[in-house]
């Protein structure tokens, strides 16, 4: 492995920057702020950081942010043209008899029935928005044909996900032996969401919706107290307490940052939604999420052998966001390992080594493949003959 010139000159180029600004000293991890809840989770969706956590890999009752993981499957049968959002679906006498299921004084519903045969639109409004347990149920056999075989769908896509902490034996969150998650999967299955299907998630940004005659307002509080806000979930059953995911998108000096949390267990609804507020808050003003490098950005420009073309240029595909500390970004020191000799041929996004990032005092930030940022293709018989003996003399 060895590092590349280019590289090494932008990593001395850093601790330059933080002269300038002040003390090269790391500053101590920001410690959160007292959350009043049973479990909780922060993550910087930009840079796919956690920065707080309790209690996150417990398993809990997730009440009605099981929706999510029912939401994730719909939208990918929207998605897959399996279901159209103008497709009208059946009501069975299940999903009708969701009335009478619940914690005590009913349960959320969107207020179907036998007789009306709503869209898919809407039945994702009604899952969303009003929480409705019959709209989940709706949904599920309409994907699946019925409850269990979507249930076994949604226990299949936690196992691919390798969620270790949760597994579903209905669609709509109500209390059932073995129906468990965690704050850690709930977040993961909510990111899901906001990355695959950005033209459904907008749904979960609605204050209130209206079907049959009846209006609704989204139990999520702080869609109406926070502008940034535009999501997520609530849920509450006796067992699980009041529950809350969240998520809010601030504009920042690296751009957009979204963050997202996860509140678990908390004594009311107004508990949820202010402890929930209280850890984006502090997300935004104790973090700061730097831009080290934009995708397919060329970190390095190095030689390869036995290709048709001399050189290639390596970078991070995707760009790379960090969270620090605040005050911390100019004192970040990457670096960068590499694969010598670099030997066609090369796929464009093929791994070549690592890009690391730490802080002045040396904590890991980040570690990401460093990768080929074009394809090189094999050299005739004659170049690869050729270097070949120039790598045995070398």
């Known amino acids: 492995m060895v590092r590349s010139r280019a590289f090494v000159a932008l990593v001395f180029l850093v601790p330059l920057i933080a002269l300038v600004a002040g003390p090269t000293a790391a500053q101590p991890r920001p410690q959160p702020p007292e959350v009043a809840a049973r479990q909780y989770i922060l993550v910087d969706l930009a840079s796919q950081q956690v920065l707080a956590e309790a209690g996150a890999d417990q398993r809990a009752e997730p009440a009605s942010l099981t929706k999510l993981m029912t939401a994730y499957l719909v939208f990918n049968a929207v998605r897959d043209k399996k279901l159209s959002l103008d497709q009208a679906l059946p009501v069975s006498t299940r999903a ?14 969107m207020f179907i029935d036998p007789k009306m045969k709503p869209h898919v639109d809407e039945l994702l409004h009604g899952l969303i928005v009003h929480s409705g347990n019959d709209a989940a149920v709706a949904l599920a056999e309409g994907v699946a044909g019925s409850v269990e075989a979507f249930v076994a769908a949604m226990n299949r896509q936690a196992e691919a996900w390798g969620l270790k902490n949760t597994q579903f034996r209905n669609v709509t969150g109500l209390t059932e032996t073995g129906h468990f998650s965690s704050a850690r999967d709930v977040a993961f299955v909510a990111a899901k969401i906001i990355a695959e ?33 535009d999501g997520m979930k609530t849920g509450r059953t006796d067992a699980a307490g009041w529950c809350l995911v969240a998520t809010a998108v601030r504009d920042t000096p690296a751009g957009k940052r979204r963050l997202l ?33 934009e995708p397919n950005q060329a970190l390095a420009t190095v030689p390869v052998w036995k290709g048709v073309a001399r050189e290639a240029k390596l970078g991070v595909a995707a760009g790379l966001v960090v969270s620090v500390p605040k005050g911390e970004g100019a004192r970040l020191q990457p670096s960068l390992t590499r694969t010598d000799p670099l030997v066609a041929p090369l796929a464009a996004g ?17 570690s990401v493949p460093l990768v080929a940022l074009q394809e090189v293709a094999l050299a005739g018989w004659f170049g690869r003959a050729w270097d070949g003996l120039r790598l045995w003399i070398k």
């Open 96 to 109: 009708w008899n969701e009335r009478g299921s619940g914690k005590k004084g009913g349960a959320s519903l």
């Open 197 to 229: 299907h950005p033209t459904l998630f907008p749904i979960y940004r609605v204050k209130s919706y209206t079907f049959n005659g009846i209006k609704q307002d989204n139990r999520n509080r702080l869609l109406s107290r926070d502008p940034t806000v």
């Open 261 to 293: 949390s996860v509140v678990l267990g908390a004594a009311s609804d107004e508990a949820r939604a202010n402890e929930s507020q209280k850890l984006l808050n502090w997300g935004y003003t104790a973090w700061d999420a730097v831009k080290l490098f």
């Open 350 to 366: 093929q791994a070549v080594g690592t890009v690391k990032v730490v802080t002045a005092g040396g904590a890991a930030v980040a």
